[in-house]
Each structure stands twice: as structure tokens, then as C-alpha cells.
């Protein structure tokens, strides 16, 4: 839930402060709502703390601390969407899902060739390139790989085609490169020499 609206350099620097001093679901359901705003400050988004602060009271309450392992019951916590159940899934049980958010949906159009306009996260074409680019639903490693090439490489703005790994695979980097940048040219598999008969 932190790293939905705040960068993971920001989540990392500060998680550890916060386990430790709510390290149970429990811990954090019986604190003051003030001592959990206080916490998650550094992470932005008071009314985010306060929902983190209700789901920790629900999890506490009626499932005894622990995280329940079902879509259903995630997507009944407060403030938890899709995208947060199937990342929970994935991590807790190594579950295979299908994650959808901007970051996975971005790759998934360039790599695809398809318009990102509109609502396309429940459009079925989207739906299929995101499954096709990673092999059908996987596991949370590797959709943290993605989100990964898409915080640092496939930009909103200005993708680095140059340096992208999946560059020979993409309908956009194809459409818009030109083949003959040096960046390129190395990957131009080149034909072996005909040899001269005998
Ligand atoms: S080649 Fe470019 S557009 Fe395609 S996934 Fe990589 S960075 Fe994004």
C-alpha cells in the first residue's frame, strides 16, 4: 500500500523504522491513529495512514493478525484494490497473478503496439499483451523486475530504448529507433561469411 503513491527509495529509507515500532498487525491496530500518522509521515498521504491504520484493526480483529491468503477477503480490507490483493498473493504464496498498474500497463502497451488511451486496464486486448509479455500470470519477482524497467528504463516520457534488455521485442522501440544508432547496430546479428568452394 506505501509504494503505491510514493517511490520506493522512499519506502525502503524509512519501512525498517516502521516495523520496528509496530511490528505486528496487532501492535499497529492499538496504537493511537495520531503515534500511526505520525510513523507513516515520511511516506506522504495522511488519509493513507489512516486506512492502513483500519486495515491493521480489521486484520487484528477478524483474522487474528495474520494477512488472509483469498482475493476476496484482500479486496474487502480498506483501501486495498486489485493491484495490492494480487501483489499480497503473490508475495505471501508465491501465487501466480496478473498485476495491472501503470507501470506494468506502460510496458505492456509499448511492447505490444497498442493505444494506452482511455481505461485500458480493463480493456481484454491490454489484459493479454500483459499475460503475453510475461508468459501467462507469474509470480511478485518478476513483476517487481517490470516495475523495475519501467521506474528506471520504459519513462513515461522518454523511454531509454537504448538501454532496455527487451528493446529487440518491443513494437515501440522498433517503430521509433533507428536502426542504424550505434546502440543498435551491435544487436544486428550479423551473417556468417559464404565460404569459398573448393
Ligand atoms: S524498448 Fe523502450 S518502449 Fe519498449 S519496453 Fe523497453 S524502454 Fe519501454
Not at 492499538?30 to 489512516?50: C, H, K, M, N, Y
Not at 488472509?68 to 508465491?94: C, E, I, M, Q
Request: charged share 25%.
Amino acid at each position: 500500500m506505501l509504494l503505491l503513491r510514493t517511490k520506493a527509495e522512499i519506502v525502503e529509507a524509512h519501512i525498517d523504522a516502521v516495523i520496528e515500532e509496530f511490528p505486528t498487525p496487532q501492535a499497529l491496530a492499538r496504537a493511537e491513529t495520531s503515534a500511526v500518522e505520525d510513523a507513516l509521515r515520511p511516506f506522504g498521504l495522511r488519509w493513507r495512514a489512516r486506512r492502513i491504520h483500519e486495515t491493521a484493526q480489521l486484520l487484528a480483529d477478524s483474522y487474528n493478525g495474520e494477512v488472509p491468503r483469498d482475493l476476496k477477503s484482500l479486496l474487502d480490507l480498506p483501501g486495498v484494490g486489485p493491484y495490492v490483493a494480487s501483489a499480497t498473493l503473490a508475495t505471501l504464496s508465491g501465487g501466480r497473478v496478473v498485476l495491472t498498474d501503470t507501470n506494468t500497463l506502460r510496458v505492456a502497451t509499448r511492447v505490444a503496439g497498442i493505444s494506452a488511451r482511455g481505461d485500458v486496464r480493463r480493456r481484454k486486448d491490454v489484459q493479454a499483451s500483459i499475460g503475453m509479455l510475461m508468459g501467462g500470470p507469474t509470480t511478485a519477482d518478476d513483476w517487481l523486475a517490470v516495475i523495475d524497467l519501467a521506474a528506471k528504463i520504459c519513462l513515461p516520457r522518454d523511454p531509454r530504448c537504448a538501454e532496455c534488455p527487451i528493446d529487440d521485442l518491443c513494437s515501440y522501440s522498433l517503430a521509433t529507433v533507428n536502426p542504424s544508432e550505434p546502440h543498435r547496430r551491435h544487436k544486428v546479428r550479423q551473417r556468417p561469411e559464404p565460404r569459398e568452394s573448393a
